[in-house]
């Protein structure tokens, strides 16, 4: 989610701490929680922007009485676009559509299970009662060049808001998955994993967000067949969010306020 205004260019972590508010011990949303239905999501083929899907009429700002939302947390395979190819949101959709289906529970991963003697599975039918809405990045905040076009003032405002609106969203969210298959990215030389997540400096502020607050267990999917449940810190275990990796070193010293707002 790169980002220019007036010629200069600021990060997303600049625009979030500059954004936030001096009471941290709440977690406000600034900007509405865009999200996407589950029936939705399922038909895509391809990711695309906010802007476009606002324009079809495929966003849905989110309230509690039209079901429940889930935070999807992931690693862009590209600078100015989070999955290209499709590869993690086809993941995305093969999993739901195998927990929509299916019966019984989603297991533990095998440190939760160990370590934290009163977490549980957790069931598949609190998936399948209520229906399901998607927060996503691209989707959910407003993005800074969509169509060949660079956003204007207005939309810089939005994305402002919208990211530093994020603890809110993941407050605000039932479910936390975290969108973590094997993908090879050769643009950043390496491959994607669920360690890479957990070291990414965006995916570890989300991570702790959702970790301090009172729903603090979250979903890890791999692939369709592995789905897990996640309840303690030591399943992956991770240096401070300051210490994570960022695509532009500068990020690292706004996290500051960033942290205090969660």
């Not at 076009?149 to 994020?166: F, G, N, V, Y």
């Not at 969108?179 to 570890?204: E, H, Y």
């Amino acid at each position: 989610m790169s980002s220019c205004i007036f010629g200069k260019h600021r990060t997303p972590l600049e625009i979030y701490g500059q954004s936030l508010p001096n009471d941290a011990d709440a977690a406000p949303m600034h900007f509405p929680m865009y999200t996407v239905a589950a029936d939705v999501l399922l038909k895509m083929t391809r990711v695309e922007p906010h802007q476009m899907l606002k324009v079809r009429g495929e966003l849905v700002v989110f309230s509690d009485d039209l079901g429940k939302a889930a935070f999807v947390s992931h690693q862009w395979l590209a600078k100015d676009h989070p999955d290209p190819d499709f590869k993690q949101m086809r993941t995305l959709q093969n999993a739901l559509n195998r927990i929509r289906s299916s019966s019984g529970s989603l297991s533990l991963d095998f440190v939760t299970e160990g370590v934290v003697q009163t977490a549980k599975p957790l069931p598949l039918l609190d998936f399948q009662v209520q229906s399901l809405y998607f927060w996503y990045d691209y989707f959910s905040c407003p993005q800074m060049h969509c169509q060949g076009k660079a956003c204007d003032e207005t939309e810089h405002l939005h994305l402002a808001r919208a990211i530093s609106s994020i603890p809110g969203y993941i407050s605000n969210c039932h479910f936390f998955f975290a969108l973590c298959p094997v993908v090879d990215c050769p643009l950043q030389g390496k491959v994607l994993t669920a360690r890479t997540w957990s070291s990414r400096g965006w995916c570890c502020l989300e991570r702790a967000a959702r970790e301090l607050s009172p729903n603090s267990t979250w979903i890890l999917i791999q692939s369709e067949a592995s789905i897990e449940v996640v309840g303690t810190v030591w399943s992956f275990p991770t240096g401070p969010v300051g210490e994570g990796d960022f695509e532009i070193e500068e990020d690292r010293q706004k996290l500051a306020p960033v942290m205090r707002q969660i």
